[in-house]
Protein backbone atom coordinates (compact mmCIF):
# COMPACT_ATOMS: atom_id res chain seq x y z
CA UNK A 1 0.00 0.00 0.00
CA UNK A 2 1.24 3.52 -0.53
CA UNK A 3 3.02 4.86 2.87
CA UNK A 4 2.72 8.32 4.10
CA UNK A 5 4.06 9.90 6.81
CA UNK A 6 0.66 9.71 9.69
CA UNK A 7 0.24 12.88 11.51
CA UNK A 8 2.72 13.77 14.29
CA UNK A 9 -0.05 13.19 17.00
CA UNK A 10 -2.01 10.07 17.09
CA UNK A 11 -5.83 10.84 18.34
CA UNK A 12 -5.67 10.24 22.19
CA UNK A 13 -8.87 9.79 23.27
CA UNK A 14 -9.72 12.13 26.27
CA UNK A 15 -11.17 10.51 29.59
CA UNK A 16 -14.83 11.68 29.09
CA UNK A 17 -14.80 10.22 25.66
CA UNK A 18 -12.77 7.19 25.94
CA UNK A 19 -15.11 4.99 24.03
CA UNK A 20 -16.58 4.56 20.41
CA UNK A 21 -19.82 5.71 21.29
CA UNK A 22 -18.64 8.70 23.27
CA UNK A 23 -16.46 9.47 20.17
CA UNK A 24 -19.09 9.48 18.15
CA UNK A 25 -22.15 11.23 20.06
CA UNK A 26 -20.29 13.86 21.60
CA UNK A 27 -17.76 14.78 18.15
CA UNK A 28 -21.48 15.30 16.70
CA UNK A 29 -22.52 17.86 19.41
CA UNK A 30 -19.46 19.36 20.98
CA UNK A 31 -19.26 22.99 19.92
CA UNK A 32 -16.32 23.59 17.37
CA UNK A 33 -15.22 26.61 15.20
CA UNK A 34 -17.12 26.77 11.89
CA UNK A 35 -16.41 30.46 10.63
CA UNK A 36 -17.90 31.83 7.32
CA UNK A 37 -16.45 31.77 4.38
CA UNK A 38 -17.83 33.50 1.24
CA UNK A 39 -19.03 31.31 -1.59
CA UNK A 40 -21.55 31.29 -4.52
CA UNK A 41 -24.09 28.70 -5.28
CA UNK A 42 -23.72 25.93 -8.52
CA UNK A 43 -25.44 23.63 -10.13
CA UNK A 44 -24.40 20.62 -11.82
CA UNK A 45 -27.01 19.02 -14.39
CA UNK A 46 -27.33 14.62 -14.34
CA UNK A 47 -28.05 12.94 -17.36
CA UNK A 48 -31.48 11.37 -15.93
CA UNK A 49 -32.70 15.06 -15.20
CA UNK A 50 -32.21 15.46 -11.69
CA UNK A 51 -29.63 18.39 -10.38
CA UNK A 52 -27.06 18.16 -7.61
CA UNK A 53 -26.41 21.52 -6.17
CA UNK A 54 -23.03 22.57 -4.11
CA UNK A 55 -21.45 25.71 -2.99
CA UNK A 56 -17.54 27.23 -4.64
CA UNK A 57 -15.54 29.55 -2.20
CA UNK A 58 -13.03 30.69 -4.15
CA UNK A 59 -9.33 30.32 -3.50
CA UNK A 60 -5.78 31.42 -4.70
CA UNK A 61 -3.53 28.18 -4.98
CA UNK A 62 -4.22 25.73 -8.46
CA UNK A 63 -6.07 23.22 -6.17
CA UNK A 64 -9.52 22.29 -5.73
CA UNK A 65 -11.24 20.62 -2.42
CA UNK A 66 -14.21 18.82 -3.17
CA UNK A 67 -16.06 17.79 -0.17
CA UNK A 68 -18.81 15.33 -0.19
CA UNK A 69 -21.36 14.97 3.25
CA UNK A 70 -22.71 11.25 4.88
CA UNK A 71 -26.25 10.12 4.97
CA UNK A 72 -28.73 12.71 6.16
CA UNK A 73 -26.35 15.24 6.21
CA UNK A 74 -26.01 18.39 3.47
CA UNK A 75 -23.13 20.66 2.78
CA UNK A 76 -23.51 22.88 5.68
CA UNK A 77 -23.03 19.69 8.32
CA UNK A 78 -20.32 20.59 11.14
CA UNK A 79 -17.88 18.21 9.38
CA UNK A 80 -18.29 19.83 6.21
CA UNK A 81 -17.70 23.23 7.73
CA UNK A 82 -14.56 22.45 9.30
CA UNK A 83 -12.86 20.96 5.92
CA UNK A 84 -13.81 24.48 4.47
CA UNK A 85 -12.27 26.27 7.03
CA UNK A 86 -9.42 24.06 6.81
CA UNK A 87 -8.88 24.06 3.10
CA UNK A 88 -9.02 27.61 3.12
CA UNK A 89 -7.02 28.63 5.65
CA UNK A 90 -3.95 26.50 2.80
CA UNK A 91 -5.23 28.83 0.22
CA UNK A 92 -7.62 26.40 -1.94
CA UNK A 93 -10.20 26.65 -3.58
CA UNK A 94 -13.60 24.26 -2.32
CA UNK A 95 -16.31 23.08 -3.40
CA UNK A 96 -19.17 21.49 -1.24
CA UNK A 97 -21.53 19.27 -3.33
CA UNK A 98 -24.78 18.33 -1.91
CA UNK A 99 -26.25 14.93 -2.55
CA UNK A 100 -29.58 14.27 -4.59
CA UNK A 101 -32.39 16.29 -2.64
CA UNK A 102 -30.06 17.51 0.33
CA UNK A 103 -29.57 20.90 1.71
CA UNK A 104 -30.10 23.57 -1.13
CA UNK A 105 -31.15 20.45 -3.55
CA UNK A 106 -34.61 20.50 -2.27
CA UNK A 107 -36.68 20.10 -4.80
CA UNK A 108 -34.47 19.07 -7.80
CA UNK A 109 -33.68 15.44 -7.48
CA UNK A 110 -36.41 12.38 -7.86
CA UNK A 111 -33.92 9.48 -7.78
CA UNK A 112 -31.95 8.96 -3.87
CA UNK A 113 -28.52 9.19 -3.74
CA UNK A 114 -27.62 6.22 -1.75
CA UNK A 115 -23.89 4.07 -0.68
CA UNK A 116 -23.40 3.90 -4.45
CA UNK A 117 -23.38 7.16 -6.12
CA UNK A 118 -20.36 7.37 -6.95
CA UNK A 119 -21.39 8.12 -10.34
CA UNK A 120 -22.92 11.32 -9.01
CA UNK A 121 -19.24 11.82 -7.62
CA UNK A 122 -18.09 11.62 -10.63
CA UNK A 123 -20.85 14.15 -12.13
CA UNK A 124 -19.19 16.69 -9.85
CA UNK A 125 -15.60 15.79 -10.92
CA UNK A 126 -16.41 16.23 -14.69
CA UNK A 127 -18.41 19.77 -13.85
CA UNK A 128 -15.30 20.86 -11.95
CA UNK A 129 -13.03 20.14 -14.53
CA UNK A 130 -14.67 21.83 -17.23
CA UNK A 131 -15.21 25.12 -15.16
CA UNK A 132 -11.81 25.29 -13.56
CA UNK A 133 -9.79 23.17 -16.04
CA UNK A 134 -6.45 24.49 -14.34
CA UNK A 135 -7.29 23.35 -10.46
CA UNK A 136 -6.05 19.50 -9.65
CA UNK A 137 -8.59 17.97 -7.57
CA UNK A 138 -8.43 16.54 -3.94
CA UNK A 139 -11.41 14.90 -3.19
CA UNK A 140 -12.88 14.25 0.40
CA UNK A 141 -15.67 11.73 1.22
CA UNK A 142 -17.20 11.44 5.14
CA UNK A 143 -19.22 8.48 5.66
CA UNK A 144 -21.58 7.20 3.11
CA UNK A 145 -19.95 9.70 0.20
CA UNK A 146 -16.62 8.12 1.51
CA UNK A 147 -17.83 4.56 0.21
CA UNK A 148 -19.58 6.02 -2.69
CA UNK A 149 -15.86 7.99 -3.58
CA UNK A 150 -13.90 4.37 -3.35
CA UNK A 151 -16.44 2.61 -5.24
CA UNK A 152 -15.77 6.06 -8.41
CA UNK A 153 -11.99 5.39 -7.29
CA UNK A 154 -12.20 1.52 -7.94
CA UNK A 155 -14.00 1.46 -10.81
CA UNK A 156 -16.94 0.02 -9.41
CA UNK A 157 -19.76 1.81 -11.12
CA UNK A 158 -21.65 0.31 -14.15
CA UNK A 159 -20.21 3.04 -16.61
CA UNK A 160 -17.13 4.97 -16.30
CA UNK A 161 -17.23 8.21 -14.35
CA UNK A 162 -14.64 11.34 -13.85
CA UNK A 163 -12.29 10.86 -11.02
CA UNK A 164 -10.35 13.04 -8.88
CA UNK A 165 -6.56 13.57 -8.44
CA UNK A 166 -6.66 12.03 -5.07
CA UNK A 167 -8.80 11.80 -2.38
CA UNK A 168 -9.04 10.84 1.33
CA UNK A 169 -12.38 8.47 2.47
CA UNK A 170 -13.32 9.12 5.88
CA UNK A 171 -14.99 6.21 7.77
CA UNK A 172 -16.26 4.71 4.62
CA UNK A 173 -18.46 1.49 5.15
CA UNK A 174 -16.90 -0.58 2.94
CA UNK A 175 -18.87 -4.07 3.62
CA UNK A 176 -22.45 -2.30 3.43
CA UNK A 177 -24.18 -5.76 4.60
CA UNK A 178 -22.05 -5.80 7.45
CA UNK A 179 -22.63 -2.48 8.79
CA UNK A 180 -26.13 -2.64 8.22
CA UNK A 181 -25.95 -5.58 10.45
CA UNK A 182 -23.78 -3.82 13.27
CA UNK A 183 -25.73 -0.77 13.68
CA UNK A 184 -28.95 -3.00 13.76
CA UNK A 185 -27.28 -4.30 17.07
CA UNK A 186 -26.36 -3.03 20.51
CA UNK A 187 -26.29 0.41 21.45
CA UNK A 188 -25.44 1.66 17.70
CA UNK A 189 -29.37 0.63 16.82
CA UNK A 190 -29.78 4.59 18.42
CA UNK A 191 -27.64 5.82 15.27
CA UNK A 192 -30.27 3.54 12.77
CA UNK A 193 -33.10 5.11 14.77
CA UNK A 194 -31.61 8.56 13.90
CA UNK A 195 -30.95 7.69 10.59
CA UNK A 196 -33.94 6.03 9.39
CA UNK A 197 -35.65 9.46 10.97
CA UNK A 198 -33.96 11.38 8.40
CA UNK A 199 -34.58 9.44 5.36
CA UNK A 200 -38.12 9.04 5.98
CA UNK A 201 -37.87 13.06 6.23
CA UNK A 202 -36.00 13.18 2.92
CA UNK A 203 -39.18 10.94 1.15
CA UNK A 204 -42.09 13.02 2.61
CA UNK A 205 -40.00 16.34 1.34
CA UNK A 206 -40.13 14.38 -1.99
CA UNK A 207 -43.88 13.43 -2.17
CA UNK A 208 -44.43 17.46 -0.81
CA UNK A 209 -42.75 18.47 -3.51
CA UNK A 210 -44.69 16.51 -6.17
CA UNK A 211 -41.56 14.58 -7.21
CA UNK A 212 -42.69 11.20 -6.31
CA UNK A 213 -45.71 9.16 -5.39
CA UNK A 214 -46.44 8.06 -1.65
CA UNK A 215 -45.77 4.36 -2.71
CA UNK A 216 -42.87 3.78 -0.30
CA UNK A 217 -44.10 1.89 3.09
CA UNK A 218 -40.74 2.92 5.74
CA UNK A 219 -41.83 3.36 9.59
CA UNK A 220 -39.83 4.62 12.07
CA UNK A 221 -38.66 1.83 13.89
CA UNK A 222 -37.34 -0.01 11.24
CA UNK A 223 -33.77 -1.21 10.81
CA UNK A 224 -31.60 0.26 7.72
CA UNK A 225 -31.72 -3.12 6.02
CA UNK A 226 -35.44 -2.91 5.62
CA UNK A 227 -35.91 0.55 4.81
CA UNK A 228 -33.25 -0.18 2.28
CA UNK A 229 -35.59 -3.14 1.14
CA UNK A 230 -38.81 -0.61 1.19
CA UNK A 231 -37.28 2.27 -0.70
CA UNK A 232 -33.29 2.53 -1.56
CA UNK A 233 -33.86 -0.72 -3.78
CA UNK A 234 -36.81 -0.12 -5.34
CA UNK A 235 -36.90 3.59 -6.13
CA UNK A 236 -32.56 2.86 -6.96
CA UNK A 237 -33.23 -0.04 -9.07
CA UNK A 238 -31.56 -2.54 -7.19
CA UNK A 239 -33.03 -6.40 -6.71
CA UNK A 240 -33.25 -6.23 -2.94
CA UNK A 241 -30.51 -4.95 -0.10
CA UNK A 242 -28.60 -7.77 -1.06
CA UNK A 243 -28.48 -7.02 -4.62
CA UNK A 244 -27.57 -3.26 -3.59
CA UNK A 245 -25.29 -3.92 -0.56
CA UNK A 246 -23.30 -6.59 -3.05
CA UNK A 247 -22.74 -4.42 -6.08
CA UNK A 248 -22.15 -1.01 -4.01
CA UNK A 249 -20.02 -2.07 -1.43
CA UNK A 250 -16.29 -0.54 -2.06
CA UNK A 251 -14.24 -3.50 -0.66
CA UNK A 252 -14.34 -5.51 -3.74
CA UNK A 253 -13.02 -2.30 -5.99
CA UNK A 254 -9.86 -1.35 -3.19
CA UNK A 255 -7.52 -3.51 -4.61
CA UNK A 256 -7.77 -1.14 -7.98
CA UNK A 257 -7.59 1.99 -7.19
CA UNK A 258 -4.93 3.85 -8.80
CA UNK A 259 -5.25 7.47 -7.49
CA UNK A 260 -3.25 8.51 -4.24
CA UNK A 261 -5.76 7.82 -1.84
CA UNK A 262 -6.31 7.84 2.10
CA UNK A 263 -8.79 5.81 3.98
CA UNK A 264 -9.20 7.09 7.50
CA UNK A 265 -11.12 4.62 9.95
CA UNK A 266 -11.35 3.53 13.86
CA UNK A 267 -11.25 0.51 15.33
CA UNK A 268 -13.86 1.57 17.87
CA UNK A 269 -16.61 2.91 14.80
CA UNK A 270 -19.97 1.49 16.68
CA UNK A 271 -21.46 0.46 13.20
CA UNK A 272 -18.28 -0.05 10.59
CA UNK A 273 -16.11 -2.66 11.14
CA UNK A 274 -12.61 -1.45 10.53
CA UNK A 275 -11.35 -5.17 9.29
CA UNK A 276 -13.01 -5.34 6.26
CA UNK A 277 -10.86 -2.04 4.51
CA UNK A 278 -7.73 -3.98 5.30
CA UNK A 279 -8.76 -7.45 4.77
CA UNK A 280 -9.67 -6.25 1.43
CA UNK A 281 -5.98 -5.87 0.11
CA UNK A 282 -5.89 -1.96 -0.89
CA UNK A 283 -3.82 -0.89 -3.76
CA UNK A 284 -0.56 0.23 -4.11
CA UNK A 285 -1.77 3.84 -4.34
CA UNK A 286 -4.25 3.73 -1.02
CA UNK A 287 -2.96 4.61 2.41
CA UNK A 288 -4.77 2.73 4.55
CA UNK A 289 -4.57 4.55 8.09
CA UNK A 290 -6.43 3.08 10.97
CA UNK A 291 -6.94 4.69 14.83
CA UNK A 292 -7.46 2.99 17.94
CA UNK A 293 -9.93 5.50 19.11
CA UNK A 294 -12.08 7.71 17.11
CA UNK A 295 -15.72 6.44 16.83
CA UNK A 296 -17.78 7.20 13.51
CA UNK A 297 -16.22 10.44 13.10
CA UNK A 298 -15.51 11.83 16.38
CA UNK A 299 -12.06 11.51 16.91
CA UNK A 300 -11.98 13.18 19.98
CA UNK A 301 -8.15 14.39 21.49
CA UNK A 302 -6.65 15.36 24.76
CA UNK A 303 -3.79 16.48 22.92
CA UNK A 304 -5.20 19.47 20.75
CA UNK A 305 -7.28 23.40 21.29
CA UNK A 306 -10.69 22.38 21.06
CA UNK A 307 -9.84 18.32 21.08
CA UNK A 308 -10.95 17.99 16.84
CA UNK A 309 -8.35 15.86 15.61
CA UNK A 310 -10.11 15.01 12.12
CA UNK A 311 -9.64 18.20 10.52
CA UNK A 312 -5.94 18.26 11.68
CA UNK A 313 -5.54 14.90 10.21
CA UNK A 314 -7.19 15.84 7.18
CA UNK A 315 -5.17 18.56 6.83
CA UNK A 316 -2.14 16.99 7.53
CA UNK A 317 -3.01 14.45 4.68
CA UNK A 318 -4.31 16.75 2.01
CA UNK A 319 -0.85 18.72 2.34
CA UNK A 320 1.24 15.13 1.39
CA UNK A 321 -1.39 14.26 -1.46
CA UNK A 322 -1.26 17.98 -2.99
CA UNK A 323 2.62 17.90 -2.48
CA UNK A 324 3.21 20.87 0.24
Given at each position: ???????????R???????????T?L????????P???????????????????????????????????????????????????????????????????????????K?????????L?????????????L?????????????????L???????????????????????????????????R?????F??????????????GL??D???????????????????????????????A?????????K???????????????????????????????????P??????????D?????????????????????
Amino acid sequence: MRTLAPPPLPCRAPWWAASGHLQTILGNYLPGASPDHPSTPFRIPLPDGDQLTGRHYPGETDALVLVFHGLGGDDQAHYVRRTIALARKLGHHVWTVNHRGCGEGRGLAKKPYHSGSGDDLGAAFAAARERHPRLRQLAIGYSLSANALLLNLGGGLPEPSAQPDCAIAVNPPVDLGACSSAIHSGLSRLYELRFIKRCRKAIRQRVEDGLIQDIYRTGPLMSLRAFDDAYTTKAGGFRDADDYYARCSARHHLSKIAIPTVILMAKDDPFIPWRHAAEAEPSAAVHLHIEPHGGHMGYLSRDLPGHRWLPYAVEHYARQLLGE
